[in-house]
């Protein structure tokens, strides 16, 4: 099967109060966990103050269909798609859609990868969100595995 992986950014229009930008969040990774769960698409989404930045990967149809609703999503607003690209395997095969905001623990992730302070879209490329969102994945797991 043919997969492609692509990844954009946009602007969060969840507003300033964070309980209510919690709660959207966790509705949009639900929504997105259920749907991509039945369509074979798998990523991980990243927020970090009021930008969302997201990847995506899975068979070119239901990605492209995946992000047809993404970019008519009223939550959201901006969005900039940063490329496509076909791939071989998957970087997010065990995540429906993995994410979240960023955390403390997650900072020296950021670091390393170049962004201490909020996350610039200027300098977000398709390769770069992949490196960055894959080392958050990895944390992500390692943490789950610590915990269980
Ligand atoms: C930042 C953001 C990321 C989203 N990511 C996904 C996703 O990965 N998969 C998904 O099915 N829906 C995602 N959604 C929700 C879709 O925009 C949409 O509400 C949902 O897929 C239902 O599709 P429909 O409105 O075309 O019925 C996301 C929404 C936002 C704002």
Do not use: C
């Not at 959201?76 to 071989?88: F, N, S």
């Not at 065990?94 to 950021?110: D, H, L, N, P």
């Amino acid at each position: 099967m043919h997969l492609v992986q692509t990844a954009y950014h946009s602007r969060s229009r969840l507003g300033s109060d964070h309980r209510v930008m919690l709660q959207g969040l966790r509705d949009i990774l639900s929504i997105a966990r259920d749907r991509n769960g039945a369509t074979g698409v798998t990523g991980y989404l990243l927020y970090d103050r009021d930008l969302f930045a997201q990847v995506l990967e899975g068979p070119r149809a239901a990605v492209e269909a995946v992000m047809k609703s993404i970019r008519a999503d009223k939550r959201h607003d901006t969005v900039l798609v940063l490329g496509h690209r076909p791939v071989l395997t998957r970087d997010f095969g065990a995540w429906s859609m993995g994410g979240g905001t960023r955390s403390i623990e997650q900072q020296e992730v950021y670091l390393r990868h170049g962004f201490s302070q909020a996350l610039d879209p200027i300098r977000l490329s398709l390769p770069k969100l992949v490196a960055l969102a894959g080392d958050l994945a990895r944390l992500e797991s390692q943490r789950r595995k610590i915990m269980a």
